[in-house]
């Protein structure tokens, strides 16, 4: 099968959809098989986790949304605004550790997508100052990273991925370093901001508790080479907040994607 992406968002019936991946393979030069086949639809403004054991291509599945790889086989489709200018514009992207530049302030790390799309310098200045504000760092432009926790670091990484005004945004386990107090709260300041910005999100995590809070779906991922192995939608009353998390609804979804997951871990597969 012919692989090949698509900008178009009206091409294909991805009218109402942000991401489809159909009958997609990834096979590194190495020869391991990471992922596929591999089917995939993320309607805009749905936020999906895809949650699986370590190597069975989670992060494969963004990076190949982000065009930072190329599928073996396969068709992958993203739908991005008609006549956009800015490289990389339609697709933020949050990785695990910040990656900030610590010979600069918060305010220039946030602003670099913008000064690499020769963004004006007022105008990019006034939308990092924004993305910084909607994270809740406004007072910290002038700051260096060093001078910053870990979650704050997150908040910059964040702010990055939000200054171009993506129509998707890719997470890859954002929070696995954090400590759980602070991953409880940067959870629902995503969901809250989520929320607000109306952005289509694919989260990865290893936590079944994160991905059964965040998501209205969660995405099973068989070990590797990754497929789908459930697709549970997750229904309940919104906004969600700690009443979520200490409900009966919630163990119940916790317990029912936990089962999903077992086969991956045991080696097996119910496929």
Known sequence: MSSGKTSSAADAGLTHLAVSLRSVTKTYDNGVMALGPFDLTVRK???????????CG?????RLIAELSAPSSG?????????????GHGIGFVFQEPTLMPWTSVRENVRLPLRLAGVPKAEARGR????LASVGLADFADAFPRELSGGMKMRVSLARALVTDPDILLMDEPFAALDEITRFRLNNDLLALWRSLGKTVIFVTHSVFESVYLSQRVVVMTARPGRIQADIR???VEPR???FRTSAAYSD?????SAALAPSYSGQSTL
């Open 75 to 87: 068709i992958v489709r993203v739908a991005r605004h008609e006549g956009e200018v800015l490289p």
């Open 45 to 55: 403004g749905e936020f999906i986790s895809l949650l699986g054991p370590s190597g």
């Open 234 to 236: 997750i229904e309940t």
């Open 241 to 243: 907040g700690e009443a």
């Open 58 to 62: 989670k992060s494969t599945v963004l």
């Open 253 to 257: 979804y916790c317990r029912k994607v």
């Open 128 to 131: 990092a100052d924004a993305a």
